[in-house]
């Protein structure tokens, strides 16, 4: 029989950066992924890939991948039933169905649960709960009204406002409207793919510097990871959408008071929803003042930034924030690191579509990650890699990783 004592069942959309953590710690990884990027199966001994498994492209299961992901981690497991951890990424946020069918797979078996439980999950994504809750402790948080009860004529806010779903992720389902025809609009092409204003909200438009905190927890104690700069949106990455994410500064060369205040609020969020492992909050950054947007009760897309910069393996201390006797360790591991370089993460998006051909080009660059397989070509508004780049300060990261995206174009021209 295999010893599957130290190993790992990944379920996400990109676990890419997860399974390469866990195998430079130790673990045995299986995981089920939507992509198959090139450089993630020298990381895991057993895989699924979903975009391969349906023969479908991205831009077709973009939304509607988690039932997927749900029905192939219980294939897998029951393949590997021996495997001592699940450890669930990004893609299944809000499917909470799916994360029932897994989590009953994995019941009647020795595999330990290393994400947080359902009910604080379901907490950690009411953007409504989350503003209460802040609210409650003196904090500022954005203007926001359920949709179904506005009205657009007693609104205590001026356009442009968000319109966003209570949950959402990666800047998915977070539109800007600018005035009263613009709102129209927006609601009518919703309503071609099933719009209930229930699940939506009006949510004030704070305009300022998007960032992010990692933190890691017990479930009791908080330790700051970092505080890190979120790329959203951008033009020169080929973002689909207004808010998709598109990377990270890592850390954000905040004021040491902006620091503060941003730790202070991760860590009482944290605490009073009893988060446990490693997750994000987003915030934007106005006057000085962080205004919190959303809680990925999860570990987020900053993570290997975060890891290189402080050259910790992170994904063996989320792991480890659920075994006990382990915590006072972490917290003395933490303490012991300095950030002493900078690193940018940044992700390209196709900017039309990209034959397949050319893909093996751009793979060979130094500094790229999640690698496309170059067999079949890359569709508009689809991602195509990941550049991260670190360097001594926050300047030279930044401009070495935009380098890197000015390659890519030369390549693609």
Request: include cysteine; charged fraction near 25%.
């Amino acid at each position: 029989m295999v010893n599957n004592s130290n190993s790992v069942l990944l379920v996400g959309f990109n676990t890419r950066p997860l399974a390469y953590s866990l195998r430079n710690a130790g673990y045995k990884v299986y995981t089920v992924d939507f992509f198959g990027d090139m450089d993630l199966y020298p990381y895991v001994d057993d895989y699924i890939i979903v975009l391969k498994e349906l023969e479908s492209n991205y831009s077709s299961l973009k939304n509607k991948y988690s039932k997927s992901l749900a029905h192939f981690a219980m294939e897998l497991h029951r393949k590997h039933r021996e495997v001592r951890f699940l450890l669930i990424g990004s893609g299944l946020d809000d499917a909470y169905e799916e994360r029932e069918l897994i989590l009953e797979e994995i019941k009647s078996f020795n595999t330990i649960n290393v994400n947080n439980d359902l009910q604080t999950i379901r907490k950690s994504r009411d953007v409504k709960y989350l503003f209460n809750l802040l609210k409650s402790n003196g904090y500022k948080v954005p203007l926001s009204y359920n949709f179904e009860t506005f009205q657009i004529k007693k609104l205590s806010m001026e356009f442009p406002f968000i319109l966003k779903k209570k949950r959402s992720a990666g800047g998915t389902n977070v539109y800007k409207i600018e005035d009263i025809k613009n709102l129209v609009s927006q609601i009518q092409i919703l309503e071609k793919r099933e719009f209930i204003p229930s699940e939506w909200i009006i949510q004030e438009y704070i305009e300022g510097i998007p960032v992010s905190c990692t933190v890691v927890s017990n479930g009791k104690e908080c330790e700051i990871i970092s505080i890190n700069r979120q790329i959203i949106g951008e033009k020169f990455l080929n973002a689909p959408k207004d808010f998709m994410y598109c990377g990270n500064i890592v850390p954000a060369g905040l004021s040491e008071d902006e620091e503060k205040i941003i730790a202070e609020m991760s860590i009482y969020s944290t605490i009073e929803l009893g988060l446990k492992g490693i997750n994000g909050f987003d915030f934007v950054l106005k006057d000085q003042y962080p205004y919190l947007m959303e809680c990925n009760p999860r570990i987020p897309g900053s993570i290997r930034a975060s890891e290189s910069v402080l050259d910790l393996n992170l994904l063996d201390l989320h792991i480890k924030s659920f075994i006990p006797n382990e915590w006072e360790d972490i917290k003395n591991l933490l303490k012991s690191r300095e950030i002493k370089t900078v690193a940018t993460k940044l992700i390209f998006f196709a900017p039309k579509e990209i034959d397949k051909d050319i893909v093996p080009k751009i793979n060979y660059l130094k500094f790229i990650h999640d690698k496309s397989e170059p067999i079949k070509n890359i569709l508009k508004g689809e991602p195509i890699c990941t550049i991260l780049y670190k360097a001594k300060n926050f300047s030279e990261s930044y401009s070495g990783a935009k380098k890197i995206v000015n390659k890519i174009y030369r390549i693609i021209e």
